[in-house]
């Protein structure tokens, strides 16, 4: 597998303000939000999942995303992501014009059970509903489902690959525009992935969206990695790596944004983004994190003498 | 590429007790270096780099290697390799029966200048010398080179792959049993690891013995993949990721043994190596290194619910 065989240019797409500020303590205030990403727009990044409808009893830390969504929108170019757990959520994603809500579904059906209180199979129904909505409504959000503890479950161990897969096409026959797949719990690995993305990809084509991993065991761009090689161009990462695991005290939460951008532009892949400027804007999150467990390796020490950006 | 195309087993040798013990202040003390190696090796763990043949006034911290040596020779099995800086350090390495010896070359000449007072091509006279002193004294000690600086480095910037090409085959040509390569800085990538170690290998063949990455931009373990991919079976790392680099305080050493034997393990390669019990030695050293920084992310998750271990 050679280099000339990568895409030209990938997408980092943000979920610290969403799966990563859910998953902490600290709940950080509406204009720090914006801060964030009117810093990181202007460092280049362009897509950012801005949280989550759900009721704010459930995620006091995301009850602001109606008013961060609308100062996203307000950014050039941005492209605004939303969580949605259901019809519902998605019905506020519409309103207030969500560029992309994302479904999540888990593969695993004692999680599924846990989390959603729902049957994977009831997710699938619920994304068709969500599609009619939608239509219905004549918008023009994008519907992503995002297929979770693909590689295992903190609940019930294995996830099958065969159940995996029938819930990513059951997801697209459904009304999906698009689907990705969610390491959940930090359970891949690159061999893993490199199976399982493969067949993803041969399943969804173009409509294969993102890859999403948890660097719980230190895996997330070796995973990355892997999932570039079978042509996936768009990946989930959290600046700072905040996150965590709710089974594993300080453990990493997803990829970091600053070294996953960095290991695609050293490798020649387009991020759009500023380095320098985006580890400034990491330096301005863990001040406000104060406390809080942050992650990342490059920040510390910097590019290499022989980096040359290659984005314009 | 597929899982079905990885070695079916892999080496991890333990690289901590010299380059991470060398680049860090504190002095760990020859019993405790004893208990790694005892400890590590009742883990299944069988390479290991036990320390440097250089005058103790230069790395104090390595100023036991010949007592640790004498020790590491009497656990069964147990493959000790010691590096050496010139042909006096070999005739140690010989008359103390290590295993191996590893001959640094930096294949960036201002570099090598900076740091051995020597150009790359006058470390390949040495290896000659080293071939006919060992080769005399009727050792078999195996003779490696290691060509550092391989992905570039901090004093020249980049440094050409056709130059580390070269001088891995000059190597070879002078009398290396085999070759290694070695990202000393921690500028790697897995696509440039992809393009040079698939080089390197079409060279050395069956002679191309290690890959070694440093972790300091949080890329070891996607170089470790990707090197996985041209074949390279063995891999140095250490213990709780210690080692860091000198011109980044805090920054992370080598790949974290005990990442690397997770991500090979939950692959289906096998180490050898019980992961339960080499983490009980990284919360020891963890212990010794008191106010150290150490790295490593999976000690603190545990291992998946659906792992099962591969290795017999």
């Not at 605004?80 to 259901?86: D, I």
């Not at 068709?128 to 590689?151: L, M, N, P």
Request: hydrophobic share 45%; net charge neutral.
């Amino acid at each position: 597998m050679s280099a000339s065989t990568f895409p030209g240019a990938a997408i980092v797409r943000e979920s610290g303000l969403r799966d990563g500020l859910q998953s902490i303590q600290k709940i950080l205030d509406t204009e720090r939000k914006k801060e964030w990403l009117r810093d990181a727009h202007a460092a280049g990044q362009r897509e950012f999942e801005v949280g989550s409808f759900v009721p704010a009893r459930l995620l006091p830390q995301l009850a602001d995303t109606a008013e961060v969504l609308a100062y996203a929108k307000t950014l050039p170019g941005l492209v605004a992501t939303v969580l949605v757990p259901n019809l519902k959520g998605a019905e506020r994603a519409i309103e207030h014009g969500a560029d992309v809500m994302v479904l999540p579904l888990s593969a695993s059906h004692e999680h599924s059970l846990a989390n959603l209180r729902k049957t994977p199979d009831d997710v699938v129904a619920e994304l068709a509903k969500i599609r009619a909505a939608r239509d219905a409504a004549g918008s023009r959000c994008v519907i992503e489902g995002g297929v979770g503890t693909a590689f295992g479950c903190t609940i019930q161990g294995e996830v099958k690959e065969s159940e995996v897969l029938r819930l990513l096409k059951a997801l697209l026959d459904a009304g999906a525009d698009r689907v990705g797949l969610a390491d959940t719990v930090g359970y891949a690995n690159p061999a893993a992935v490199s199976r399982l993305f493969e067949k993803a990809v041969q399943i969804a084509g173009d409509r294969f969206s993102v890859g999403h991993f948890h660097d719980t065991r230190g895996l997330a761009l070796a995973n990355v990695f892997a999932a570039m090689q079978v042509g996936v161009k768009r990946f989930d990462a959290s600046l700072a790596g905040i996150g965590g695991c709710p089974h594993a005290p300080g453990a990493s939460g997803n990829a970091s944004t600053e070294d996953l951008v960095f290991m695609l532009e050293s490798m020649g892949v387009q991020t759009g983004i500023d380095i320098p400027k985006l580890l400034a804007v990491r330096a301005k999150l863990v001040g406000w994190l104060d406390g809080e467990a942050t992650h990342g390796t490059m920040w510390r020490a910097g590019l290499p003498k022989n980096f040359s950006r290659v984005a314009a």
